[in-house]
């Protein structure tokens, strides 16, 4: 038997998480001096009620040994295989964590750790995969082959609604977040050999924006694996998110369109307004 888990940056609903039966190991959030961890105990209406209080960007973290080592000791005494998924060692210490975690039980060669190369649903596409394929009973070996070779084929961008949060966070210049906030721009990001990089800017109001975004991706979306996309987003308006939704449900090309939420972590860094599409490249 094989068990998947992904730390909490890979913006799985509950539902899907169930559906699949993976587990999460939190990432934390610090506000000033006050603890969270992802996705328990704090939402990301909070996070961004506090940002703006405070003009600053919460500082997020990956989980402790002790709270991986006290997540995957049940499974590793009752056999059980695990294959654990993480955000990009690029963007934290969780897959280092997740890899230690497994020498202090002495069960690295029951525990595989999947650096992901990637964020959000771009982690959680790979998660799914993992899951069916345990679930029809394929081998945790294999599994991990399979997920190495889809790694580079995950495609994950998104489009900022304000440059503000990624300013606070260091990852955009101050003179960059003033003339994107004067001239209405939005950066699209991509992730990119695990790191987060600028790519096209767009330029308006932005439900006009993020389906243009969606539009100019059509031909690489005819490209994708059709098993599902995913349209993940930061607290977008419910109107703009039927818009895309609506869109790729037109291309009458994937099995699957789903919407999830972003946690707080990702949440954290790119702020509200923020909407990706992503999939599986053949």
Same mark, same amino acid.
């Given at each position: 038997? =094989? &068990?998947?888990? !992904? /730390?909490?940056? !890979?913006?799985?609903? &509950?539902?899907?998480?169930? &559906? ?31 940002? /703006?209080?405070?003009?600053? =960007? ?80 394929? /081998? ?21 609604? =304000? ?8 990852? !955009? ?10 001239? &209405? ?46 349209? =993940?987003?930061?607290? !977008? ?17 994937? /099995? ?27």
């Amino acid at each position: 038997m =094989t &068990k998947i888990i !992904c /730390d909490s940056t !890979c913006d799985l609903s &509950k539902d899907l998480l169930k &559906k699949y039966e993976i587990s999460i190991l939190p990432l934390h959030i610090l506000l000033g001096d006050e603890e969270y961890n992802d996705g328990v105990d704090l939402t990301p209406e909070e996070i961004y009620k506090w940002a /703006d209080a405070h003009k600053t =960007t919460p500082k997020t973290s990956a989980p402790s040994i002790e709270e991986a080592v006290g997540l995957f000791e049940p499974y590793v005494k009752a056999g059980v295989e695990l294959i654990c998924f993480s955000i990009s060692s690029e963007m934290s210490a969780s897959a280092n964590v997740m890899r230690l975690a497994a020498q202090e039980l002495n069960a690295e060669d029951r525990i595989t750790v999947v650096d992901s190369r990637n964020l959000s649903t771009g982690i959680g596409l790979l998660a799914v995969q993992a899951a069916i394929q345990a679930q029809k009973g394929t /081998d945790a070996k294999t599994i991990a082959k399979n997920m190495e070779e889809l790694k580079p084929k995950v495609r994950a961008s998104f489009v900022v609604d =304000t440059l503000t949060y990624l300013y606070r966070g260091g990852r !955009c210049s101050g003179l960059a977040a003033l003339a994107g906030s004067a001239l &209405k721009l939005h950066p699209r990001i991509e992730v990119t050999d695990g790191a987060m990089k600028p790519g096209n800017k767009y330029r308006g109001s932005i439900d006009r924006v993020i389906l243009h975004y969606a539009k100019d991706m059509e031909s690489q979306l005819h490209q994708a694996m059709p098993d599902r996309v995913f349209i =993940t987003h930061s607290g !977008c308006d419910a109107g703009i998110v039927k818009q895309v939704y609506d869109y790729l449900d037109g291309l009458h090309y994937f /099995d699957e369109i789903l919407e999830t939420r972003a946690g707080g972590v990702i949440s954290s860094h790119c702020g509200p307004g923020t909407l990706g599409v992503l999939f599986i490249s053949k």
